[in-house]
């Protein structure tokens, strides 16, 4: 069985900085596509960043220049490095891991951007 673990959400200011992590376990292959999405109450889940088995990366508008996706295979670890948040990043983020046969969720870690 595949389990993900988000940590690194929390409270901060607006312009702040937060560097979310994903640890996958129960995973034998790492060449995965890995995402992040985001969803507020109320709202529908949106995504927020990928990156490819084979490291490309791609962003939601919202996010471009100040989000960064990355990974490392070795500990098995995705990243979402958020500089510059915003009230509007305010919401749970959930990292998913695209397998062979299926996408496997994470628990999910709160990210409050308030002053």
């Known amino acids: 069985q595949v389990h993900l673990v988000e940590s690194g959400g929390g409270l901060v200011q607006p312009g702040g900085s937060l560097r979310l992590s994903c640890v996958v376990s129960g995973s034998g292959n790492s060449i995965n596509t890995m995402r992040w999405f985001r969803q507020a109450p109320g709202k529908q889940r949106e995504f927020v960043a990928g990156?490819?088995?084979?490291?490309?990366?791609n962003y939601v508008d919202a996010v471009k220049g100040r989000f960064t996706i990355s990974r490392d295979n070795a500990k098995k670890t995705v990243y979402l490095q958020m500089n510059s948040l915003k009230p509007e990043d305010t919401a749970v983020y959930s990292c998913a891991l695209i397998g062979n046969w299926g996408t496997y969720w994470g628990q999910g870690t709160q990210v409050t951007v308030s002053s």
């Open positions: 990156v490819s088995s084979g490291g490309l990366t």
